[in-house]
């Protein structure tokens, strides 16, 4: 069958399945035409990206708008970009794998995808004629890998050839730290490389600053920086003393409380007192006296002993003299040895914070003055020039996912022809559930049952929503489709089943709500009876519960009443009167020739029904039979049948977020091959003695000695029936 769109030139072909008429997807020239295509034809408009059997990477390139759906306008720019990247569309049909040759080279975008799979060839040791696929993108460190340019402008020691480049890039990293490779390999950008020597030029000018030939820098020489470690130990404790012998000289009253009050002795002497004692070191330094002379061996608080003997032979005698021997230290000459060394105090202030410290000033000096910046940049640079490739790369693994994936999902939207020609399971199907000896293949997962649940049954479907654990993987919810067999086993919340997903993973299914709709003609034939024989053995039921309770409580009551009356005769001095029977004979008589009268009413109709059915031809029997039947099953299966008919896929499909745009039906043949139920296999041998089988009821010889009862009454008293003569 062959229909033309009246908008386009293309003639398309249609097959019919669903109830309705669903195009072809299988040359290029569909592709290349599809946008002409109807789109009221198109069985789908748009579809979920989540939840369905395909490649979520594929789908989400799909997805340019990132809202989680796929539309029409989507699915045609990816199949006018796929036909417009190769030289014959027709390979969007075959084996997955992208050729050199199938890529067009006509335009400057062609030319650089070609160029890029030249190179990713060369990078996967491949031959030129090799095909590209998906897997060969999946693991990028070959792409990317740090000895060659890959375009992100992040050089690896690998990289550099030159051994004096591969250790700068290494110095910088082990200073500042590297910039992440596409390769996963740490390397040196722009940036980096700017910021490395900005900071070793700084530390040459500030090395260049403290000249070691400069005296007045380094008064002591070589033993300056020591000096200065012991002057800083001290020199807040030592400002500290002054001013207070400052102020014992501005007011001789202030001595005394500037000095420690004898109160903290003793809280020490109490325990063991030890010189690096917090309560100690707090003390000052030696006693305030207004005369401001601070002893330098005798008289000094013992925690900062050590420390002051360090300040007289580093700092005081080097700088003023040994001569005389210095007992003490006044304010001048502690002024005095603050003023020599505060030029080198203030040189180290103006140290550069740099990591770049923990490398020799040689080799700083060295890189400052070397062309080393250059060429590394020069290779940064180099290497950030084919930023195209990386681009490319991206490009070419999209080309391969949708040649490989792109029909599929077309043959899922535009048609559901995976769906309906059974060629392989459509997208939405999740898996199989296996319950109650069947197979469900109409499986899909949802994510709110309950919601899912007041869309779905207008499908006309018979559903189970189900819950799916397993171990190592989080619990999901599917919903499967019944479209063959039987119910009589109530599929009620709790049951147990196994579901396969599409990757063969067992999960173990739990039913948590049941949808009920008619699953065949065949069960509403029956199903009248069913639920009259349902009925009647629950009316049966309550009729036995209710005599059992009545008994008891009669039987309570009697006892209660005889105790009653023991215990009344026991205590009374004459013997009471005899109880008056209760046993009434006329009412009795009455309930009797009541049910009497029924069972003569009954037998009277059945006589004349017997009889009525007897007077007809021997012909009209079977008929009038079929028609009671009929009369009884007829309502049930016209309902099923009607339900069957406007059986549908569309609302399950709505219920997950799809935008389906048409009726997909679901008749009774096809569903029944969406569902499989069990039967023996072919050839199969089978043994019929079963010696726990259930005892064989004998009720159809006491139907048919009745039936012979009741005919042999009619003839006695009819006469026999001429119509059977």
């Not at 070609?114 to 998906?134: E, G």
């Not at 596409?182 to 000249?211: K, M, P, T």
């Not at 009653?564 to 009412?587: E, G, H, L, N, V």
Request: proline fraction near 4%; include cysteine; charged fraction near 20%.
């Amino acid at each position: 069958m062959s229909i033309s769109s009246t908008s386009s030139s293309h003639t398309w072909r249609f097959f019919r399945s669903g109830g309705f008429d669903q195009v072809v997807i299988s040359r290029g020239a569909d592709l290349e035409h599809l946008s002409e295509l109807d789109q009221k034809l198109w069985t789908v408009l748009n579809c979920p990206t989540l939840g369905l059997e395909f490649d979520a990477a594929t789908t989400s390139l799909l997805d340019t708008d990132n809202d989680g759906q796929i539309r029409v306008p989507e699915l045609i720019a990816a199949v006018r970009w796929c036909c417009a990247r190769l030289v014959d569309s027709n390979l969007m049909f075959a084996e997955p794998g992208v050729p050199l040759t199938a890529l067009k080279t006509d335009d400057a975008e062609g030319a650089a995808l070609y160029a890029a799979a030249q190179r990713v060839l060369t990078y996967l040791d491949k031959p030129n004629d090799a095909a590209l696929t998906v897997q060969d993108f999946l693991d990028t460190t070959k792409l990317y890998a740090a000895d060659h340019f890959n375009g992100d402008g992040v050089v690896a020691p690998q990289l550099a050839q030159d051994p004096q480049l591969q250790q700068l890039i290494q110095d910088i990293i082990d200073c500042l730290g590297g910039v992440a490779d596409r390769s996963g390999s740490q390397g040196v950008n722009q940036s980096l490389l700017e910021q490395f020597f900005q900071q070793a030029a700084a530390i040459v000018d500030w090395q260049r600053a403290g000249d070691a030939d400069d005296s007045q820098l380094w008064p002591l020489g070589a033993e300056t920086p020591a000096a200065v470690a012991a002057l800083e130990r001290v020199q807040a404790k030592v400002d500290d003393y002054f001013v207070r012998c400052q102020l014992a000289a501005f007011d001789q009253r202030a001595a005394a409380s500037l000095n420690p009050d004898t109160g903290v002795y003793g809280s020490l002497s109490n325990r063991a007192i030890a010189t690096l004692d917090t309560e100690l070191a707090a003390l000052p330094l030696a006693t305030i006296d207004a005369a401001a002379a601070l002893p330098l061996q005798t008289g000094v608080n013992p925690a900062w002993a050590d420390a002051m003997q360090q300040l007289l032979t580093q700092v005081v005698e080097p700088l003023l003299g040994t001569e005389p021997t210095r007992t003490h230290l006044s304010r001048a000459d502690w002024t005095a040895v603050q003023g020599l060394l505060a030029p080198w105090q203030a040189w180290q202030a103006q140290r550069p914070a740099s990591a770049l410290h923990q490398l020799p000033a040689e080799r700083l000096a060295e890189l400052a003055q070397g062309h080393g910046q250059a060429d590394l940049a020069a290779l940064i640079a180099e290497d950030a020039a084919i930023t195209s490739f990386a681009e490319n790369v991206q490009a070419l693994e999209k080309l391969c996912r949708y040649q490989r994936d792109l029909v599929q999902l077309l043959r899922n939207f535009v048609s559901l022809s995976d769906f309906y020609q059974r060629r392989q399971k459509a997208i939405f199907q999740a898996g199989t559930l296996f319950i109650d000896q069947r197979s469900c293949e109409l499986v899909l997962r949802v994510a709110d049952a309950a919601k899912h649940a007041c869309m779905a049954s207008f499908s006309g479907c018979y559903l189970l929503y189900c819950t799916c654990t397993r171990k190592d993987q989080a619990p999901l919810q599917i919903v499967a489709a019944l479209t063959a067999g039987d119910v009589d086993y109530s599929m009620a919340a709790g049951r147990n089943g196994v579901f396969y997903d599409r990757q063969g993973r067992d999960w173990k299914a739990t039913v948590t709500k049941v949808v009920s709709q008619p699953i065949s003609v065949r069960q509403a034939f029956w199903s009248p009876y069913k639920r009259l024989a349902a009925f009647i053995e629950t009316q049966i039921n309550k009729f036995a519960a209710a005599r059992d309770k009545d008994i008891d409580s009669k039987t309570s009551a009697g006892i209660t009443q005889a105790s009653a009356q023991a215990s009344t005769q026991a205590t009374a001095k004459a013997p009471a009167p005899a109880a008056k029977s209760s046993f009434d004979i006329a009412k009795f008589a009455g309930i009797f020739a009541a049910i009497g009268l029924a069972l003569g009413a009954i037998g009277t109709a059945l006589a004349a029904l017997a009889a009525g059915f007897l007077a007809l031809p021997a012909w009209q029997m079977p008929l009038v039979l079929l028609g009671v039947m009929l009369l009884i099953s007829g309502p049930s299966m016209l309902m099923a049948a009607m339900t069957l008919r406007r059986r549908n896929l569309g609302p399950l499909l709505d219920a997950n977020g799809w935008a389906v745009n048409t009726r997909a039906i679901i008749n009774i043949p096809f569903g029944a091959a969406l569902t499989g139920v069990a039967k023996l296999p072919e050839h199969s041998e089978r043994a019929l003695a079963d010696p726990y089988a259930q005892p064989r009821t004998r009720w159809g010889f006491w139907l048919l000695l009745v039936v012979t009862i009741v005919f042999c009454a009619y003839v006695w008293h009819f006469g026999w029936p001429l119509g059977l003569l």
